[in-house]
């Protein structure tokens, strides 16, 4: 599998999925745009990449600023002179109570986040896809499709949203030649639920899997790289599901 000369721009870049997916693009060859929040976090997954800091840009950004979406496409544009592969890999864990009325803060806080920064960098980026005949893999969750717990709900509504409009944009886009599709993780080890501050782990899910596990970051890169490779041309529209078989719980 070769992205030699492609352009990827992966956001979520600084830690778990979106780092393991950066690092494995640029070790396939592709000039790789890594953006988080996180300019530390950043530096620490550049020094692990394979490639030449020519063929890397760190864009320490804020994903739900909307000036902040426009200046990722922008720079990548401006440095490597086209676009081929837009992985929307930036995510957030919240939980907010109905009955305590903390969850139009959470909704407001991860919606912008997890689906509307996601459709706006996607709007952002399409005229550029299209001109390369280029695609998008956005990053799922099991949680579209089961309930998590009481105060995740909407968590799991911002991961159906993404998946909708991985459906409805593919749906779009096909004629212009551009491929959109999903991966739908199940618990994978990283630091999404460290991040939110709750006291639940990734590891309270392995008795829910069906083979007793959960996967390690790598595992979900693996499968970005073979949805943005063009010996998957055949493929868009569609969800993947890495998960251990836990939905099946």
Known sequence: MSFTNKVVVVTGAG????AAAALQF???GARVVLVDRDEARLRDVRAQCPRHDQELLLLAADIAREDEAHRIIQET???FGKLDVLVNCAGIFRMGSV???SIMK???EVMNVNLRALILLTTLATPHLVESKGNIVNISSVAAVMALGAENAVYSISKAGVEHFTRGAALELGASGVRVNAVRPGPVRTRI???SGTKITCDDWTPLTKIGRISEPQEIADVILYLANDNAKGITGSIFTVDNGIVFH
């Open 99 to 101: 009955l305590e009325g």
């Open 77 to 79: 544009v401006n440095k």
């Open 106 to 108: 959470t909704f407001d």
């Open 15 to 18: 830690s778990g999925i979106g």
């Open 26 to 28: 640029a070790a396939e």
């Open 193 to 195: 639920l460290e991040n």
